[in-house]
C-alpha cells in the first residue's frame, strides 16, 4: 500500500507543479497588465488636462 502512495504522488507532482508555475505566470501577466493600464489612464488624463488648460474656453 505505501508503494501504491508514493507512485500517486509521483505522478500527480508533475502535473502540480506545471499547473503552479502557469498560474504564477498567467497571474504575473495579468497584474502586469492592470498596472500598465493605470499608468496609461493616468497619463492621458493628464494629458486631457494639459490639452484642456492650453485651449481657450469658449
Do not use: C, H, Q
Not at 492621458?44 to 492650453?54: F, I, S, V
Amino acid at each position: 500500500m505505501n508503494e501504491f502512495w508514493a507512485n500517486a504522488i509521483w505522478s500527480l507532482a508533475p502535473t502540480v507543479l506545471i499547473g503552479l508555475i502557469f498560474w504564477f505566470v498567467m497571474r504575473a501577466i495579468i497584474r502586469a497588465d492592470r498596472s500598465e493600464r493605470k499608468a496609461y489612464a493616468r497619463i492621458e488624463a493628464e494629458e486631457r488636462a494639459k490639452l484642456a488648460r492650453e485651449r481657450p474656453a469658449g
